[in-house]
């Protein structure tokens, strides 16, 4: 037996409103995928670099529960944990791997945002 079947999958249905350091943060689900909903990318960075301590344990966690998070920005998924991430070489870069980082999402709601120099 693996560690993969000693923990059954989860489904999770939930719509809900988080509050963190002040900031709301929607949290939504499909069953198997949770979407967790920030207002800015600097919201997701300050909480991703908060939750350093703990991103081995959460993706653990999630890979056996069969479950998965998406970090969104506007809509856009920038990062992704758990069972469906696929994390590579921009997410080792980053030092953020298990996590799959979304570069082009990021840059792109960067731009959105006006946090690019020369914007």
């Known amino acids: 037996m693996t560690d993969h079947d000693a923990v059954a999958p989860l489904s999770v249905a939930t719509d ?23 207002p800015t990318l600097r919201t997701a960075l300050r909480i991703a670099r908060d939750g350093e ?18 970090v969104r920005v506007r809509e856009a998924t920038v990062a992704v944990v758990g069972a469906g991430a696929d994390p590579g070489v921009l997410s080792r870069e980053l030092g953020v ?22 914007r």
Do not use: H, K
């Open 53 to 70: 301590g703990v991103r081995e344990q959460l993706s653990s966690v999630l890979s056996l529960t069969d479950l998965t998070v998406e």
């Open 97 to 118: 791997d298990p996590v799959e980082a979304r570069l082009e999402v990021i840059a792109g709601v960067e731009a959105v945002a006006g946090l690019l120099p020369g």
């Open 16 to 38: 809900l409103t988080l509050t963190v350091d002040g900031t709301p943060i929607e949290v939504r689900s499909t069953g198997d995928r949770l979407f967790v909903e920030v």
